[in-house]
């Protein structure tokens, strides 16, 4: 039977069973009572309960404290030792209320943003050093080191990302080509698409477009990679058996992407000029030598070199930034997902900046 | 005497992965107000059993019935509604890392009653009273240790006072002292709620306190089922040397 309040004058009694689908009904009638007696007793007669549960226990603790809000007392009797043992278990006490977490004030919050910026960055850089440092190691001893993880690393990092870096060069270029076309045609200076694209492309668009790609994808796989390492303890297990982590895992990763990303980059480079290519035939009558031969002929070794070099800057950025990030997750699962999106948006920027730098330095 | 009226039964289950067999032809009567205590060495097949006992698994062959109904045959429905009396507790404490410890605590009582947020923090701080964890509500689960996050986690399955709790290795990782405590507390719980239990453990002493009845899976099947005391001298080489060995690992 559900519970039943009855209320008479300055004493109640609840009959049935007070149970988790009576507690707002309950509550509601008991708030009524307790709002028409300031300063006087309630006593609540609990001798009709024939069940109570966890629910049912914290309402009568609620009940008491919300009464003596209103300055009435609510007394409890003639429970049976069934209903007072379980409210015993399950009393909340007086007053109980879940901690709050302290928060901070705006000062003290902007203090703490500094501040861990700050220690990030350093740990960036001496993670940089570190990956530099062992990288070079590396390549006069072995030792440390995980045999067979550079390929492997190489054929993650590279090969399966040959077909997507690829196909949107390709797009990139034929886009290129499109936008380019509709304007250079009313001048009738068709041929020079083949020189924008063919610059941009090798100056620009290749090793950005490829960068950007493998941040996203390589990226976020190392930092995700490093986060579950080391919210499951095994970055630590490898500190134990005296293994450097940055040696062991972040340095194949490092070798991998630093090779791949300058031939993803010129392949990039080559497929985008091939899609305006393409564009440049169907659209503005050029026939493929004379485009090819346009191409070649714009093209100088610095425009090559600046994209190589741009290229392996990526590539280091890319890989430190995601390995910075993993090594600095906090929390479970959650933590990774969270740092992993963080990396890819922290590599993503740096290229970008990186890369508006290294035009200030080549072309002015 | 009546024996209690079985409140989960396992009909003929046998269940496995990916064609690699786990469990064959498992049946099992588990008794209102009883505790049970699945045994057997590591891999055997007892979290897998609990899984299915509460529907997470499917099995190849056999039934579930949990209150009567075949969990493996009931609708959403009817299966969300025997899934508000059961309560689990995972090996790892499946605690959601993005909540805070109230909230996962709060989670079964905001979403299947209509008890008032104040009655709901009062209730939630109750549960974390019970496992000895007051006061950690404002914590999130990656502030835990392990044992901590275990306990929260059985406060959550306690939420909706279950008629049925299935724990998989609740006492893992807390020190004997807890682990004492715990297992009084699940006693109490069955003495004044009336819960049935499901228990994986390995701690003996945890067995010698909290078990009924023990059941003991070997090589895909129950190789023993009874009592504690039956079980020191039921002439089963492993199960007698389980009992004079202490745990397996």
Redesign the interface.
Known sequence: MPARLVIEGDSAHIEGSLT??D??RV?AEFERALAVRTGSTLEVDLSGLTRI???G???L??VT?RGRGRNVRVAYTGACD?VA??RR?????AG??????ERAGLLQRCGVWGYHTWAGFLEFLQLTADTFYWSFAGLVSKRGGRKGAFVTQALLIGVDALPVVLTISFLVGAILALQSAAQLRQFGANIFVADLIAVSMAREMGPLMTAIILAGRSGSAIASEIATMTVTEEIDALKTMGINPVRYIVVPKFYAISLCMPLLSILATLVGILGGLIVAFLYLDLTPAVYTREAIEILTAKDIVTGLVKSVAFAGLICTIGAHYGFRV??????VGRTTTASVVAAIFAVVVADCFFSLIFYF | MDKPHPIAEVQSLSAGFGGRSVLEDINLDIHEGEILVVLGKSGCGKSTLLKHMVGLLKPSAGSVRLFGIDIFAADEPEMVEVLKKVGVLFQYGALLNSLYVHENVAIPLEQHTDVPPSVIRRLVEAKLGLVRLTGTGHLLPSELSGGMRKRAALARALALDPDILFADEPSAGLDPMTTAHQDDLLLELREDLGMTMVVVTHELASIHRIADRIAFLEDKKILFLGTVSDAKGCGVEIVEEFFRMGTFA
Do not use: K, M, T, Y
């Open positions: 988790f689908p507690v707002r509550l549960d966890s629910g226990a914290a309402l603790d609620e404290e069934e043992e379980i278990i399950f009393s909340s006490g109980a209320r879940v901690a709050e977490r906090q929390g479970g699962a959650e933590g």
